[in-house]
């Protein structure tokens, strides 16, 4: 559910109030009773941060936030308190709220109003309304005199990029296969002024796609791979930051079957591609000064009469061949192809997400974005301290040669999976042989979709990595 996000010209009076204070001190002047007061600090001793008060009329909830902390985790706090103030709001069946800051920092205001709107998302297409269940939070006006509408216009801008790109997620293949993802991408980068080429298939046939056009083989719908660029004249840089995102928008595992148990989700395959979108959207849309590029490569990965089968050779759009020993590592085969068609826009950095492999999810759970990197040390450790910040944060994964071993062929030049140790190590390793320019791989194959809820991040698609490329390229703005 998208919620308008506006300024309020005025103190609140009679409307359902947030008041955000640090301890009891700010509780004064703040109208309420002796006993709602008692009620509220009693609460707040027994460990309850967000504390309702009904007034029948209207609703007050008091948040408590904290003095301590790094600033990362204060902020994240913050966010987390903003989901549990929206499930409030929803209970008590509030429209619309507004956030009167009594004792925050501007940052925990705008990081506790992210979290309550990213929260109040739902994906209801597909179900009949059930207005005792559905979500009833429409607006939220912010009383705080030190954020200004610029401020406000990039919340909105980016909370709707997660929107975006979780509705991508969510979208089944049904609605959602290669030739629409491309459309849709297309219809953002109309709505935010980037330029969007789309190449079809007799396009990737010319360029020598072959580890695209293998994958689809199996599929009765033609593959895109989808180029989004954002080229202010105001650009700080000169060769660009590169996004690739893979954008499997149904992965069955091809000829070498997944389990039932391991399909119901796979939807969210795309979600690279989608977190792609989504931030190229944010960056365009609030017009950073920073020369960026998406590129997204997107086809299922079915198993029909054609597919590709284990034992086959491919040649990539960079030459190289490679010996397909399991079609279920389909993602890195299109990542491939685009990474090596990377190189045409001699890019300052490339920077692939992807929900690659099941070890790195196995490795960390949804808690992180496993990360590795070649030569790009500083920007990688940059990117880290942006996913503290923004707590889409990244475990850094070895990236030594000694794990390429483990792909060398016999008969070709790789094969596209190693052995039964460090997968999601090698299936980097894999991918960074067609890279020529600094480098970072993330494989968000744990948080990019979630079976139950954790906090603002919601169920189901995450809109992992958009937040975190949004503000990295505002870094390098700054």
Do not use: C
Not at 136 to 159: A, F, H, P, S
Not at 319 to 324: A, F
């Amino acid at each position: 559910m998208n919620t308008l996000l506006r300024k309020a010209l005025r103190k609140p009076t009679a409307a359902d109030t947030i008041f955000l204070v640090k301890d009891g001190k700010d509780l004064a002047n703040l109208n309420f009773t002796n006993d709602e007061l008692n009620y509220i600090k009693r609460q707040h001793r027994n460990n309850h941060n967000v504390v309702g008060i009904n007034h029948y009329k209207n609703m007050l909830i008091v948040v408590f936030g904290e003095f301590i902390g790094t600033r990362s985790a204060r902020m994240e706090t913050y966010r987390m308190r903003g989901d549990e103030t929206q499930e409030q709001l929803n209970k008590a069946r509030v429209e619309r709220a507004v956030v009167f800051n009594v004792n925050a920092d501007k940052e925990e205001m705008l990081a506790f109003t992210e979290g309550l709107l990213l929260g109040n998302y739902s994906f209801s297409k597909y179900k009949k309304r059930d207005k005792k269940k559905d979500n009833t939070l429409e607006q939220v006006d912010i009383y705080d005199n030190d954020i200004t509408e610029e401020e406000m216009e990039e919340l909105r801008i980016l909370t709707d990029a997660v929107f975006v790109a979780r509705d991508f997620v969510n979208e089944p293949v049904a609605y959602l296969n290669a030739t629409k993802f491309a459309e849709e991408m297309q219809a953002l980068g109309k709505k935010a002024n980037a330029k969007v080429e789309v190449f079809n298939k007799k396009k990737l046939e010319s360029l020598k796609m072959g580890g695209l056009l293998a994958v689809n083989r199996g599929s009765v719908d033609p593959p895109t791979f989808t180029v989004i660029e954002w080229k202010p004249k105001n650009a700080k840089n000169k060769k660009p930051f590169v996004f690739v995102g893979k954008g499997v928008v149904y992965d069955t595992g091809g000829l070498s079957l997944k389990p039932t148990s391991s399909m119901d989700t796979m939807k969210s395959d795309m979600a690279g591609g989608a977190a792609v979108a989504g931030a190229m959207y944010a960056i365009a849309k609030t017009k950073l000064p920073v020369y960026v590029i998406g590129l997204v490569p997107a086809t299922d990965n079915r198993p029909d009469g054609n597919a590709y089968t284990p034992g086959d050779v491919i040649t990539m759009h960079d030459g190289t061949t490679v010996e397909v020993l399991n079609t279920d590592a389909e993602g890195r085969m299109i990542l491939a192809d685009a990474l090596s068609y990377a190189k045409e826009f001699k890019p300052e950095l490339v920077v692939d997400i992807a929900t690659l492999t099941g070890a790195a999810a196995r490795a960390i759970g949804p808690q992180a974005i496993v990360g590795m990197e070649a030569k790009a040390d500083d920007d990688f450790e940059h990117l880290k301290r942006i996913g503290s910040r923004s707590h889409e944060r990244i475990v850094e994964f070895p990236f030594w040669d000694e794990y390429k071993e483990s792909l060398k062929s016999k008969i070709a030049d790789l094969k596209n999976i190693g052995g039964v140790d460090a997968g999601a190590i090698t299936a980097g390793k894999f991918l960074e042989h067609f890279t020529s320019y600094p480098y970072i791989h993330l494989d968000i194959a744990a948080p990019a979709f979630l079976e139950k809820k954790s906090g603002y991040r919601g169920v189901g698609g995450t809109g992992v990595g958009v937040r975190l490329f949004y503000h990295f390229i505002k870094s390098k703005a700054e």
